[in-house]
């Protein structure tokens, strides 16, 4: 009889040591499987842009015929449109250092203050090039910000004379401040918009009215350019 109640105090208290540990189980949180962070591919190295762009001067000179300035002597720029490609190279995901040209269009300059009557004074025809280094805001996804500044020559290819004979136009080293964003389509694909101011000017030569003229023009073109850039 001993036995059998023994027997059966142990088997109760079996039964109700499995329940207590169940319960305690239950009451403690379930183990998660570790966060692993998602892949991002970064972009591809290389790209290459193209777009259309308008070329808008903020133009003035100072000009001397026969080696004496004219006083309220002036000239404007004509504004252009042309296509604009862009070849860059990504140093990290943050910064890249690009190359800009673009199809050399023809600007008119054209006489004012003073020199109004004489109407357009020449043309050239020219290709600005851009050596520049950007900053990208890699924080919003698709949308890709950048800044950026860089180097300017005015490559000049062609000149034809008008009030002023015998034209001739040559180039001197500026900087530009550029600014824009890419939108990816893929990581492969982007559209982008992009402005950029230059700090240009220009040496121009000739003669009218018999006598040497000589001008110091200040271009000062801001270019702005939309388009499609693909990434490699």
């Known amino acids: 009889m001993k036995i059998e109640k023994i027997t059966t105090l142990i088997s109760v208290g079996a039964i109700a040591a499995v329940f207590a540990g169940a319960a305690q189980a239950a009451d403690l949180p379930a183990v998660k499987e570790p966060l692993v962070a998602p892949v991002v591919e970064s972009t591809p ?6 777009g259309v762009g308008g070329v808008l001067f903020d133009s003035s000179a100072n000009l001397a015929l026969g ?3 004219l006083p309220g002597a002036s000239a404007h720029a004509s504004n252009n449109v042309t296509a604009i490609f862009e070849f860059g190279y990504y140093l990290n995901d943050s910064f890249s250092v690009q190359l800009t040209g673009g199809y050399p269009p023809t600007s008119s300059l054209t006489g004012a203050g003073t020199l109004a009557p004489f109407g357009k004074l ?30 300017v020559e005015a490559i000049i290819f062609s000149t034809q004379d008008a009030a002023v004979h015998n034209l001739g136009v040559g180039s001197q080293a500026g900087w530009a401040v550029e600014g824009g964003f890419d939108y990816f389509v893929n990581r492969n694909w982007s ?9 240009l000017d220009v040496t121009a030569t000739g003669n009218a009215l018999g006598a040497p003229v000589a001008a110091e023009v ?12 693909y990434h490699f």
């Open 45 to 50: 190295p290389w790209f290459v842009k193209l």
């Open 191 to 199: 559209l982008f918009f992009d402005a950029k101011y230059l700090f």
């Open 122 to 151: 020449g043309q050239a025809t020219y290709g600005p090039a851009v050596l520049s280094i950007d900053y990208h805001a890699t924080y919003f996804g698709a949308f890709q910000p950048y800044v950026g500044i860089g180097f």
């Open 67 to 69: 080696g004496v300035a």
């Open 218 to 229: 200040r271009l000062n073109p801001t270019i702005l350019t939309g388009g499609v850039g």
